[in-house]
């Protein structure tokens, strides 16, 4: 199991915008390319959130291959498309886990 997950720390005054986005535009753009099966959104608890609101999204795939065919078909065009949305509203960075039993 391969965890793409992307930490976003965001304004605070754009959180209603922002999940609403990633809940009905974002998040449906990235499963829609078929390369993820789930994914899982959670808020950073014990930050200091005087500077902004951090998120992670995870998204979950099968395999290194499907992951890197979404990096290679697709990542770059979202996260421009994201951007250009909310310029510097927003900072994310990106880690790639596997699963280890």
Do not use: C
């Not at 754009?14 to 609403?20: P, V």
């Not at 290194?64 to 065919?69: K, M, T, W």
Request: hydrophobic share 40%.
């Amino acid at each position: 199991m391969i965890v793409y997950n992307i930490t976003t720390k965001i304004l605070p005054h754009i959180e209603a915008q922002w999940l609403q986005w990633q809940t009905h535009e974002h998040i449906p753009e990235i499963m829609a390319t078929g390369l993820f099966d789930s994914f899982k959104k959670y808020r950073l608890l014990d930050q200091d959130d005087t500077e902004g609101i951090t998120f992670t999204i995870q998204y979950f795939t099968s395999s290194r291959q499907r992951y890197q065919q979404y990096m290679d078909r697709f990542a770059a065009s979202l996260r421009k498309k994201a951007i250009e949305k909310w310029g510097d509203q927003s900072i994310a960075f990106r880690t790639v886990m596997e699963h280890v039993d």
